[in-house]
């Protein structure tokens, strides 16, 4: 079987809409978009768009979950198993093995929720950029790069979409976003030991996959719709985040790239806006 399979490849039945990541950034309406999105605020159910926007995350979920699921069964199977420093530790594909039952669950239960808050398959895009993630061929920047940045990310997007289950009267969405969240604290937590284990005495192995994690970090704060304001569409999960195995400075830094991109973003979307004339 094939090693290193490339996105384009991957099944996908027609259902499924395929957007590439630089379409998703461009595209005016996406929160994170290159022109400044609209400005998107907290997700509440008194947001006017409060349904859609909660169906749009939950497509969203749910593409995440089928690339999770396949980005991990691809690291159990492209490396050599061993201890060198090509190779990839017998307890480390059981980890990712683990990974994959989660998500396998993840995947249906996104679909179920899909089902529950009226959407479907399809009606929403898929951006490929996780299981691009996953194609790294260093499988430590595959742990942070995937596990630590995108995974971390999902900490945060669950706990957000729990609390909005909480605050619209939703059991059904909290719980099962609570069930999620605990398996992802999980998964950032293996990319958070992984990382320590595998690089201890590779210095610059270790700076080159925080360098990858930062990159993809940065890449999935535009428009800074990830933050801490209380504004902030996607709040920063930061007791969760703790649990995963970050620390408080890589929190800050992330929050801090998050202020950046939303300034950004906003002045961005000074420039385009019509000037009122003389
Ligand atoms: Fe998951
Ligand atoms: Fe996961």
Redesign the pocket.
Known sequence: MRKIYPADLLARDERFVRLTTEDRFSDPRSPGSRSGGRGATRLTPSRPDAPDAARTLMHGIFV??VQ?LEGAGRTCWDFETGDGPEDTPFALKLDMARQCW??AR?TEISCKLMDWMGTELGEFSESIFLYEAACNPDPVLRLTGVNRAL?GL?IDVFNTMKEFGDVAGDPVLEFCEDW?LA??VT?VKMGSDWLRRLTETDKERRERALEFQRVVDKLFSLGGFRGEDEDSPIKLARRFRELAGFDADEMDDLAEISRQAKKDAEEHRQRLAPQPSA
């Open positions: 995440g979950e999770a989660d998500e993840h995974e999902a999620m398996d992802e998964h």
